[in-house]
């Protein structure tokens, strides 16, 4: 029908409109030139379209790009600041700002314990028992697997010092330095590309293997105990093995004051700092850049820019605490506010409607005839209404509505649908006006009978049958589901 292709071309419209809006914002500031330029981007175009002001789409991403920015000589953050208007669900928060710390202190650990346990071993004596010799084998293959362990994280110490000083080396070509990373950090993990989840999974994988390690060692040292103390018991003369328990209590005392530093915290926090300073490396290519992910209503972007320091050379500059630029001078800001284009909403709310039908007279049998009688133009309806629309980040947004409702009249309880156009106001879209077409159900009089004819008494009912009419309705509606402050 002419009013339902009317709605889906309005329908069609809102949603090429959302879609042209939902797209990623790119910002590129010109640190030199203090010229800043907005791009709006869509998968697969890194550069984008020239937009006159910044707009993003709802959860769509915010990229920040400092170019003619000197990371040896200038240190910057990003700051974001956002309003929710309304309840949303949440999403991953990405702020690329290159934190780096002081790597941690190592030395040799197990390796020091070299002798302690001999690999090899007579069988005869207390080791002659299949129980203890099992837990002595044990307690080897524990230590082999602790000292496995300490060479994998002096790779991981060597890596994150070659990490570092290819990523304060001004001399060295951009891809240099991302190749050479490449390669220690896959060298590492033993693959050419290295994801981020290669690091959780080398942290889980690394604490799994201490902590086995740890608890097995522990396990066979009482089992071994146990079989040594038993045999000595009975053979209070010399025998093969004999003062062995001392080198396992030796063994296992000098474990314990190890795994003061050397436990799943140093393993963790070491790979952390080199998935730190490799991402850096590989994210930043020497140009700050930073993102966010626009799932709030409003944001303002804040670009801080601090001068580093000379260290005690006077020539290079010093190490920045990134986690507290404040303490540094600051050069300049640059600040920018973002109106987040809203993605379809969809929220639902309750109220009245008032449809209109051309067809409203009422049918009566009057001395026997058949009588029409004027009726309402307009029914009030209970209506209950599903409302979308693209948020705009004004006090008023405009959108679509669907709606069912019940007349209020007790002679009348025949259902009315609704579909039009809808406008919402207040920063929470608490209140809502709605207008479109309706469809509902009119009386209209039997088949074969019309207005005059007559009736056989005059206490006949009309025959009266219900038929299927497009009409206009007007309506308002309260939200009353949870939303943001």
């Given amino acids: ?21 939902a797209q990623s914002l ?25 937009i006159g002001s910044p707009i993003v ?43 780096l710390i002081n790597p941690l202190g190592s030395g040799s650990f197990f390796t020091s314990l070299g002798g302690n346990l001999p690999e090899e071993i007579g069988r005869g004596g207390v080791l002659s ?32 010092q070659k990490l570092n000083k290819l990523k304060y080396n001004p001399y060295l070509p951009t891809d240099t330095i991302v190749n050479m990373s490449n390669y220690i ?29 740890i608890a097995n060692l522990k396990t066979a040292s009482v089992a071994f105990l146990r079989e040594y103390n038993d045999y000595a018991s009975r053979n209070t003369e010399a025998f093969e093995g004999r003062g062995l328990d001392q080198v396992v209590r030796n063994f296992n005392s000098e474990v ?49 820019f601090y001068k580093i320091p000379l260290g005690d050379d006077g020539q290079s500059p010093t190490t920045p605490d990134l986690n507290n630029l404040t303490s540094l001078p600051k050069v300049k800001d640059k600040k920018v506010s973002i109106v987040v284009k809203g993605d379809m909403k969809v929220t639902t709310s309750i109220g009245l409607a008032f449809p209109r039908f051309e067809t409203s007279d009422d049918f009566i049998n009057k001395d026997s005839f058949i009588v029409s009688q004027p009726g309402g133009k307009y029914s009030p309806n209970l209506a209950a209404y599903v409302n979308f629309y693209p948020y705009t980040g004004r006090t008023v947004n405009l ?54 004819d007559k009736l056989l008494s005059t206490s006949q009912e009309v025959p009266i049958r219900n038929i299927w009419e497009w009409g206009s309705f007007v309506g308002i509606s309260f939200n009353i589901s949870k939303t943001g402050n």
Avoid: W
């Fill in 129 to 160: 028992t299949r129980g203890a010799s099992s837990a002595y084998d044990d307690i080897l293959n524990s230590y082999k697997q602790l000292t496995q362990l300490e060479s994998s994280m002096k790779s991981v110490e060597y890596a994150i």
């Fill in 57 to 99: 789409g709802r959860n769509k991403l915010v990229t920040v790009e400092v170019v003619n920015f000197n990371k040896f000589v200038y240190a910057a953050n990003a700051t974001y600041t956002s309003k929710v208007v309304e309840s949303q669900s949440d999403i991953g928060f990405l702020d690329i700002v290159s934190p």
């Fill in 399 to 452: 959108g679509g509505t669907f709606g069912v409702g019940v007349p209020l009249q007790s002679e009348n309880r025949n259902v009315n649908m609704f579909m039009g156009l809808t406008a919402l106001f207040g920063s929470d879209s608490r209140v809502s006006l709605h207008g479109g077409f309706s469809l509902g159900q009119v009386k209209q009089l039997g088949e074969g009978y019309e207005v005059g």
């Fill in 26 to 50: 790119r910002i590129v500031y010109d640190f030199i030139q203090d010229d800043i330029k907005y791009y709006r981007t869509k998968p697969g175009d890194a550069i984008g379209k020239e």
């Fill in 256 to 304: 314990q004051e190890i795994s003061k530093t050397f436990n799943p915290d140093y393993i963790t926090n070491q790979i952390d700092y080199l998935e730190t300073v490799y991402t850096s490396i590989m994210a930043t290519r020497f140009v700050f850049n930073s993102s966010h992910a626009a799932k709030d209503d409003e944001i303002e972007l804040m670009l801080n």
């Fill in 185 to 213: 950090v896959g060298q590492i993990f033993n693959k050419p590309v290295v994801n981020p989840s290669d690091f959780s999974a080398v942290i889980v994988s690394m604490n799994k293997d201490y902590g086995n390690s």
């Fill in 1 to 21: 029908m002419k009013t339902s292709r009317i709605y889906l071309i309005l329908c069609c419209i809102m949603a090429v409109s959302v879609s042209a809006q």
